[in-house]
């Protein structure tokens, strides 16, 4: 019976129940706390998502049926975060089929770099009510890849998988990249004849290319139809492709390599190795690069695929971080999931080279081990934290209304109110919290509502606030009002209640 050129891996599931189960712990022990606690801040005290038009105006045009269609519009973590696994290991189990992980304890390892990414951890974090969103994105242009590398027949597939993952979050095309990429590289590997990878790689940059002209149309058409007007914010799609000058694309070329192999070498998740924990990933980086250059003689590669073989790899930190280019240096760590993807090359090399120490293997083995370890470590302490800033957020705020409403001439409901700065800001509030200094969410505030206040009241208090003109304070008030707590901190000015939170 002829194999079908597009059959999922289901039957390397079967065989390795042990890794699906073990894949199921090794989620939940990062993770877990996150989907049973409360942890809302930032843009996630949006805990009803009826932010649709605004979804569209940054080019995330698929989120909105998402929430309304499928997942619901509140943001329950527990509901997410099982979704959230369900896409996560599918597209785990496919990018290991990708790169050709074979035995269990390597994929295994695969796995939990995979679902223990620091990618993932941040957005549990701060975006909860996105991260199934964004692991849907994920699974999408994973997909794209799969299905592009096992047959370029269906390529119009491939298309659609892409523009979809581009409709939920832009950022993680860059994983479906990295996997045509790696494609090219085992064909490079593997000696394969010049004329028929060069035309392979023509048409994987032409699905990238359509897949991107595709999804630009349907932005637009989006933008045409709800009658709204692309974001000119960090995240909007505005100045997409307006780098100004020739200048900046050189600045803006060079800043995603350098970004890359920073982000690469210099993770934020290994707490417990804080002074070496550039060690893993180099180690990961020797070993690879000493088994492609063994396999390259081994293979005895001709002098065009040695010159191709040193471009790709030259391309490579361009390739699994060129959203960095693209959006002109507005990348940060919840845009670089890819990152995590490429050391998973070194499973490959080991199988094609037939690799047989057992000492370098260990070596290789023990450096995953770390760096999944010290990812859950990281999720972990992250997710305390940010329970912890949730906790203090009540405590506060609960103090902030109570002197509201101890002011004299205060009307809940009718009165509005005008606050003066925010309390991250506040010094009397902020400090550093003991032992939390790493990087991620930050390590010095105390409190999580910042600049989504008016939504913490709404939604995560449900209290019946009215908010002024939140325009500079009359100069009669800001002489006479102190900073929160002290006693004055609130004045009523012509049936305005001012509150001064921070400078």
């Known amino acids: 019976m002829k194999k079908n050129p597009l059959t999922l891996p289901i039957d390397n599931i079967k065989q390795n129940k042990i890794v699906l189960l073990l894949s199921v712990i090794i989620f939940f022990i990062c993770h877990a706390y996150c989907f049973m606690n409360i942890t809302y801040s930032h843009d996630s005290l949006m805990i009803y998502q009826n932010d649709g038009l605004w979804q569209i105006s940054i080019g995330r045009f698929l989120q909105p049926l998402y929430n309304v269609f499928f997942r619901g519009c509140i943001s329950a973590p527990l509901l997410i975060g099982t979704i959230e696994f369900i896409y996560a290991i599918i597209a785990s189990f496919l990018i290991i089929e990708i790169i050709e992980i074979k035995e269990p304890f390597q994929k295994i390892l695969a796995i939990s770099i995979l679902l223990t990414s620091t990618t993932l951890t941040l957005t549990n974090a701060t975006y909860i009510n996105k991260s199934d969103i964004f692991m849907l994105a994920l699974l999408f242009a994973t997909a794209g890849a799969y299905v592009a590398i096992k047959n370029l027949k269906f390529s119009f597939v491939a298309i659609i998988f892409f523009v979809a993952s581009l409709g939920l979050y832009q950022a993680y095309l860059q994983v479906g990249v990295v996997l045509l990429m790696f494609d090219i590289f085992k064909d490079i590997i593997n000696n394969k004849d010049f004329k028929k990878f060069i035309k392979k790689s023509v048409i994987y940059v032409a699905i990238i290319l359509s897949s991107l002209i595709i999804y630009f149309g349907f932005f637009k058409l989006c933008l045409h139809i709800f009658h709204i007007k692309p974001a000119n914010t960090y995240n909007g799609l505005s100045n997409v492709g307006d780098f100004g000058s020739f200048k900046n694309i050189i600045v803006c070329f060079l800043g995603a390599y350098k970004y890359a192999i920073r982000g ?24 690879s690069t000493s088994l492609i250059i063994f396999q390259s003689f081994k293979n005895k590669l001709s002098k065009v695929n040695i010159i191709l073989l040193v471009l790709l790899l030259l391309l490579l930190p361009f390739g699994y971080n060129f959203v960095y280019f693209i959006s002109q240096g507005m990348e940060h760590d919840l845009m670089t999931y890819s990152f995590c993807v490429v050391p998973l090359f070194a499973f490959f090399l080991i199988r094609c080279s037939n690799l047989k120490s057992k000492i370098i293997k260990i070596i290789l083995y023990t450096a995953f081990l770390i760096i999944s370890f010290n990812n859950i470590i990281y999720a972990n302490q992250i997710y305390v934290k940010k329970n912890l800033e949730r906790e203090s957020t009540l405590s506060i705020v609960t103090r902030v209304i109570d002197r509201i409403e101890q002011t004299e001439g205060y009307t809940p409901k009718e009165t509005p109110v005008v606050f003066i700065g925010g309390i991250e800001n506040n010094p009397n509030l902020s400090t550093v919290r003991c032992g939390f200094t790493y990087e991620g969410t930050g390590n010095s505030s105390t409190v999580t509502a910042t ?32 900073l929160f707590p002290a006693k004055d901190c609130t ?8 509150m001064k939170l921070s400078d």
Not at 266 to 284: A, E, G, R
Not at 454 to 476: C, M, R, V, W
Request: hydrophobic share 40%; aromatic share 16%.
């Open 264 to 287: 690469l070498l210099k993770p934020v998740t290994i707490l417990t190795y804080d002074k070496f924990k550039s060690i893993p990933i180099i180690i990961i980086i020797l070993i």
């Open 451 to 482: 600049y989504n206040l008016p939504t913490y009241f709404y939604e995560y208090l449900s209290y019946p606030i009215k908010f002024g003109n939140q325009e500079h304070a009359p100069d009669e008030v800001l002489s006479k009002i102190q």
């Open 491 to 498: 004045i009523m000015h012509e049936g305005i209640l001012y």
